[in-house]
């Protein structure tokens, strides 16, 4: 059975330019990095050389400011905490409520050590509630502002440049980071130009098409941040441990290629996303785009099947070979959807049933069609189960929303009472 892969957002497969640049690291120059002979230099010699294709494309100023890590959730992590060390007399962070997690749990973490933490939220279509976020910064208290590029779940794009500035004009001494996870490789990112306030950024290798365990985090020259990982001198004393000389080179040429046919990538991912959007939203009845009124990634699409569960329309789609994510985070057993959704005021009646489907540059014509083929046959069978939907008129039964409202009290009641005798 033929895969259709269409969950990039949360891996992508490795370029094959990627392997073949990564190989002679494994097996030929496999030296230490920091040895003083003569061979060791090739593999430093890499390491400088993907530092410096990496700056270059994000518009770093010196290579210096490219500080490798294990993954985005080291780069979150060491970005946030390393703030916080470097400036213990400001207590008071800023984030937003549909931040990953490497960024949510960060901060719910550091807000139990006892800084104070103001999570601003969103509008029903994901954009960032700009009032708010302005109400939030404090002069003179507020450490750090953290405001992801563009979130993993919908692929809404939040306006990071006007962000950044209005932090910096708010108050200079506040840092700003951003979490650049879904957008390296996707959007421009100029760090000496338009994003010339954000103090530093974060983003993964295994979402541009380099491995998983190589990741990165830029931070600007200058800015008050302290090392949180201890031990040798790597990383310019930023970050102890052996440097992996191949997945950093990996990640370099990862880079360069995604850059080098970046625009004319969007456009044709674009379209694909744009025809599979028109095609579901046509076949399937109560659904509607998450995020749809606001600027978002081209290669994402989030949709809201009302009166359907997320899981089973996964689980039959993987039988069909389509490997997709769902946008609740239910498990057995629990009722909690996506923080995210939950954020955006999603209906309880669609938020179970939100599914997402992303795109990448060898995504084709041909799982598309695929996945147009399948998909509303998944959510038509699923909803023929629901004792919500009317089969018949293929439309949700008038009284589904007081039936489901009830059904799910029944089921918190259940989940929160005491175990009975089997």
């Given amino acids: 059975m033929r895969i259709v892969y269409a969950d990039n957002n949360a891996t992508t497969p490795v370029a094959p330019e990627v392997v073949e640049a990564m190989a002679p690291f494994f097996t030929e120059a496999y030296f230490n990095p920091s040895s003083m002979y003569e061979a060791a230099r090739g593999p430093a010699a890499a390491i400088a050389a993907a530092r410096a294709s990496i700056a270059r494309h994000l518009g770093a100023a010196r290579p210096e400011e490219i500080l490798f890590t294990s993954c985005a959730t080291e780069s979150n992590n060491a970005a946030l905490v390393g703030a916080v060390r470097a400036n ?34 969103v509008d029903r279509h994901g954009r960032l509630d700009t009032t708010a976020f302005v109400r939030a910064l404090r002069p003179g208290q507020t450490l750090i502002v953290s405001v992801m590029h563009a979130n993993n779940e919908t692929g809404v794009i939040f306006p990071i440049a006007e962000l950044a500035r209005i932090v910096k004009e708010t108050d200079p001494q506040i840092l700003f980071h951003t979490d650049a996870t879904q957008t390296a490789g996707k959007l421009p990112i100029d760090l000496s130009g338009e994003l010339q306030h954000v103090d530093m950024l974060s983003f993964s290798g295994h979402k541009l098409h380099a491995p998983k365990g190589i990741g990165a985090l830029y931070i600007r020259r200058g800015t008050p941040w302290h090392s949180f990982l201890i031990g040798g001198h790597q990383e310019g004393n930023r970050r102890a441990g052996t440097e ?30 744009d025809r599979l959007e028109k095609e579901l939203t046509a076949r399937i009845p109560s659904v509607e785009v998450n995020g749809w009124e606001a600027p978002r990634l081209a290669n994402t699409l989030n949709l809201a099947c009302h009166f359907v569960e997320g899981e089973g329309m996964l689980y039959q789609l993987a039988a069909a070979g389509i490997c997709a994510s769902s946008g609740s985070a239910c498990t057995s057993g629990s009722l909690e959807p996506s923080h995210v959704l939950r954020a955006m005021g999603v209906p309880f009646t669609a938020v179970h049933g939100s599914i997402r489907f992303s795109l990448s540059r060898y995504t084709t014509d041909e799982d598309i ?20 939907w009317d089969a018949k008129l293929d439309k949700p039964r008038p009284d589904a929303e007081v039936l489901l409202t009830q059904a799910l009290e029944e089921r918190r009641q259940r989940l929160s009472g005491p175990l009975q005798p089997s």
């Fill in 244 to 273: 992996n000389v191949a997945f950093i080179v990996g990640l370099g040429r990862a880079l360069d290629l995604v850059m080098a046919t970046r625009e004319e990538d969007e456009r044709r991912i674009a379209g694909l996303r």
């Fill in 369 to 388: 069609d695929r996945i147009v083929e399948v998909f509303p046959t998944v959510v038509a069978n699923l909803r023929r189960l629901s004792p919500y």
């Fill in 88 to 121: 213990p007399e400001r207590r008071h962070i800023v984030t937003t409520a549909v931040e990953h997690p490497a960024v949510l749990e960060v901060a719910k973490e550091l807000a139990r050590q006892g800084l104070e933490v103001t999570f601003v939220g």
